[in-house]
């Protein structure tokens, strides 16, 4: 992670907490007790001051960053007074948006500049709990959805593909389709072998290559039913040429991995590339 805010860079990040109410198995960060939110926020003030103002985007993170209440508030202030053009993109489970004040003050201080991304595991209230490690987490996340929208709060919706959820994202892009139509986009996530998915690699773990179909499925679904959609995290020579335009160019550059073969691509300067902090290399790459 850097230590200051670079114009174009798309990971200039402010780390809010290591503080999580979710457990998500597969998580690249675990989360960490202790409080933590102004030794933090402290820190993320010296960030936005010293920030230049052209920034394009800052992401506000976590652990979840909400946890810290009105500090998060206070954060969001800030970056809104220092940094007036800078969209704000925010990481959080939705949960704590159950609040209609807590979700109504974000909206009053970040105003049309802030988005927030919020994973959705499953369709199925079951599958999504055990995903996030909570019990309640899939009703409490899409209540908090619903506020979000009520405010008019862009989200993004993400979903981590893995071996617990593959089978059924047809299922979800339906479910989105009847129960979220209004989200901003939809995001498809290939997985970052770190942290908690590396440690339950034989209960979570599942290559792009075994996936695919069910994954191109689900966008075309969206796509036909114009809902926005994106692949992240997935290089392209392991998605059909057809399904290229979705892709996204995804990983923060500082995390971001070619192979050597990935130098004999001639699509790599499109690609998102690998995750350098991925114990594990996808199979099938090959160049196109």
């Not at 206070?74 to 993109?89: A, G, Q």
């Not at 479910?175 to 770190?194: C, H, P, Q, R």
């Not at 550059?253 to 114990?279: A, E, H, N, P, Q």
Request: proline share 4%.
């Amino acid at each position: 992670m850097k230590e200051k805010f670079e114009i174009d860079s798309n990971s200039n990040v402010l780390f809010v907490t290591n503080q999580c109410n979710n457990h998500c198995i597969m998580c690249c960060q675990p989360p960490q007790k202790g409080e933590d939110f102004n030794y933090f926020y402290n820190q993320n003030v010296k960030l936005i001051k010293s920030a230049p103002k052209e920034t394009k985007v800052v992401c506000i993170t976590g652990g979840e960053p909400t946890l810290a209440g009105n500090r998060f508030i206070d954060l969001i202030s800030l970056v809104r007074n220092e940094l007036p053009s800078t969209e704000i993109h925010i990481l959080s489970n939705g949960r704590t948006f159950i609040n209609n004040d807590f979700t109504h003050q974000l909206k009053v201080v970040g105003g049309d500049k802030v988005f927030v991304g919020v994973p959705l595991h499953s369709d199925y209230f079951r599958d999504h709990d055990i995903i996030a490690g909570a019990k309640g987490a899939f009703n409490e996340t899409m209540l908090g959805l619903y506020n979000l929208a009520d405010e008019g709060i862009p989200i993004e919706l993400r979903v981590v593909v893995n071996k617990l959820n593959y089978y059924r994202l047809s299922q979800l892009a339906e479910f989105i389709f009847k129960n979220l139509y209004f989200v901003s986009w939809v995001a498809y996530m290939g997985m970052e072998d770190t942290g908690w998915a590396t440690k339950n690699a034989g209960t979570i773990w599942i290559e792009p290559v075994d996936y695919v179909s069910q994954l191109c499925k689900a966008v075309k679904e969206l796509d036909d039913w114009d809902i926005p959609v994106a692949i992240y995290n997935i290089p392209l020579c392991l998605l059909p040429t057809e399904y290229h335009r979705f892709a996204a160019q995804s990983i923060s550059d500082w995390k971001t991995r070619y192979l050597d073969i990935c130098t004999k691509c001639t699509v790599k300067d499109k690609c998102c590339g690998l995750f350098g902090t991925s114990k594990h290399i996808f199979k099938g790459l090959s160049p196109i």
